[in-house]
């Protein structure tokens, strides 16, 4: 999700990760532009050490090729960044993964706002372009792999035909909020690997928009199933849902440090994320137990198992580098670890997505019993 792991073809430009990369290859070094024979030395082994896979990958450049940081461009227009979405270089397949899963969060959104807000419905109904046939296809194809989501979607026909609003038994708004966190996350880290090329000054604060994406991610995903799960218990609702934020707004304060920006703190910074996340095994263990009669217990299990699944093996990739540690250079513009991170992400989001509808469908069902 952040725009380290490779510059688009206009060469992102991660000063701040160069000259800590520079510093761990080789340390100090020597007088500036000529000084002692050691201190050319010096310089000479640490331009030597620093190679691509520890720098933003520039045009041209492949990992493990030899490369001066001090070279990387800078201040490229923002009219050519944006240009560079429709080229192919190393940053394409992140850019894309996450701007395709923006579009289609996006279209899901519209496609349940659409069961409340009758304009919204007919702004999908007049689109030129079939965006409301695709969320609808996407929503029922989820649903279809999703048992859950499946039968939400096929019993509801407002949600297929787009028809007018409908009154719930159970608010939407924790729904909601978890739509619009992802779509945040997905639009940062779109921008960020889009355009990190223009400046340095643009690139340090689109690192740290993304960072800022990803812990919103991570709050925001715990809102529908600590929501509906504790409905009755709104205390827990309050607990819970007041810790993860606190968790998340500490992260990205910690994130705002220039200190961790840089190359080494790569691994500090997602387990700051896998820690966030981890959190969420207390809340969890109680709501199995406060639902193990619950018939819809197993399938959200399976919905939030599978998210986790992917959460965690896209970190893991994300943190190793595999495959291209292996074959420095054959990955450069398909099949490196970051690609892999960004299209586990949409996985587990989507995971995440049929099972909030399952916990919409089953509290509309149950409701509270009267006290």
Same mark, same amino acid.
């Given at each position: 999700?952040?725009?380290?792991?490779?510059?688009?073809?206009?060469?992102?430009?991660?000063?701040?990760?160069?000259?800590?990369?520079?510093?761990?290859?080789?340390?100090?070094?020597?007088?500036?532009?000529?000084?002692?024979?050691?201190?050319?030395?010096?310089?000479?082994?640490?331009?030597?050490?620093?190679?691509?896979?520890?720098?933003?990958?520039?045009?041209?450049?492949?990992?493990?090729?030899?490369?001066?940081?001090?070279?990387?461009?800078?201040?490229?227009?923002?009219?050519?960044?944006?240009?560079?979405?429709?080229?192919?270089?190393?940053?394409?397949?992140?850019?894309?993964?996450?701007?395709?899963?923006?579009?289609?969060?996006?279209?899901?959104?519209?496609?349940?706002?659409?069961?409340?807000?009758?304009?919204?419905?007919?702004?999908?109904?007049?689109?030129?372009?079939?965006?409301?046939?695709?969320?609808?296809?996407?929503?029922?194809?989820?649903?279809?792999?999703?048992?859950?989501?499946?039968?939400?979607?096929?019993?509801?026909?407002?949600?297929?035909?787009?028809?007018?609003?409908?009154?719930?038994?159970?608010?939407?708004?924790?729904?909601?909020?978890?739509?619009?966190?992802?779509?945040?996350?997905?639009?940062?880290?779109?921008?960020?690997?889009?355009?990190?090329?223009?400046?340095?000054?643009?690139?340090?604060?689109?690192?740290?928009?993304?960072?800022?994406?990803?812990?919103?991610?991570?709050?925001?995903?715990?809102?529908?199933?600590?929501?509906?799960?504790?409905?009755?218990?709104?205390?827990?609702?309050?607990?819970?849902?007041?810790?993860?934020?606190?968790?998340?707004?500490?992260?990205?304060?910690?994130?705002?440090?220039?200190?961790?920006?840089?190359?080494?703190?790569?691994?500090?910074?997602?387990?700051?994320?896998?820690?966030?996340?981890?959190?969420?095994?207390?809340? $969890?263990?109680?709501? /199995?137990?406060?639902?193990? &009669?619950?018939? %819809?217990?197993? @399938?959200? !299990?399976?919905?939030?198992?599978? +998210?986790?699944?992917?959460?965690?093996?896209?970190?893991?990739?994300?943190?190793?580098?595999?495959?291209?540690?292996?074959?420095?250079?054959?990955?450069?513009?398909?099949?490196?670890?970051?690609?892999?991170?960004? $299209?586990?992400?949409? /996985?587990?989001?989507?995971? &995440?997505?049929? %099972?909030?509808? @399952?916990? !919409?469908?089953?509290?509309?069902? +149950?409701?509270?019993?009267?006290?």
């Amino acid at each position: 999700m952040d725009s380290e792991e490779g510059a688009t073809v206009c060469a992102h430009a991660h000063q701040e990760e160069a000259a800590a990369a520079m510093k761990e290859a080789g340390g100090g070094g020597g007088a500036r532009g000529g000084g002692s024979s050691r201190g050319r030395e010096g310089r000479r082994r640490r331009e030597e050490e620093v190679r691509a896979g520890e720098l933003p990958r520039a045009a041209g450049v492949h990992e493990g090729e030899r490369v001066h940081p001090q070279l990387l461009p800078l201040q490229w227009p923002i009219l050519n960044a944006v240009l560079s979405l429709f080229s192919w270089h190393n940053e394409t397949i992140n850019i894309w993964t996450h701007l395709l899963g923006l579009m289609l969060f996006f279209g899901l959104t519209l496609v349940h706002l659409g069961q409340y807000f009758p304009q919204v419905a007919d702004l999908i109904g007049h689109l030129s372009w079939p965006i409301s046939k695709v969320a609808e296809n996407v929503s029922s194809n989820i649903g279809d792999v999703l048992s859950g989501a499946a039968m939400f979607i096929q019993t509801n026909p407002t949600l297929v035909s787009y028809g007018a609003a409908v009154t719930s038994q159970t608010t939407r708004w924790p729904f909601f909020v978890f739509l619009a966190g992802a779509m945040f996350c997905l639009l940062s880290s779109t921008a960020c690997h889009l355009l990190s090329c223009h400046s340095h000054s643009l690139n340090l604060f689109l690192i740290r928009l993304d960072y800022t994406g990803i812990a919103v991610m991570i709050v925001v995903s715990f809102f529908p199933p600590i929501y509906y799960i504790f409905q009755c218990e709104p205390h827990w609702q309050v607990v819970y849902l007041s810790a993860i934020t606190v968790a998340g707004v500490g992260t990205v304060y910690a994130l705002m440090s220039p200190r961790l920006s840089a190359a080494r703190y790569r691994a500090h910074r997602a387990l700051l994320f896998v820690g966030m996340g981890l959190s969420g095994v207390v809340p $969890a263990v109680h709501a /199995a137990a406060v639902n193990w &009669h619950e018939p %819809a217990r197993n @399938v959200t !299990l399976a919905y939030e198992g599978a +998210m986790a699944a992917s959460y965690l093996v896209g970190t893991a990739f994300y943190l190793t580098r595999v495959p291209e540690r292996w074959r420095p250079g054959a990955f450069d513009l398909a099949g490196h670890s970051h690609q892999i991170f960004h $299209a586990l992400v949409i /996985a587990g989001a989507l995971a &995440h997505y049929g %099972a909030a509808i @399952v916990f !919409l469908k089953a509290r509309d069902e +149950m409701g509270c019993p009267a006290s």
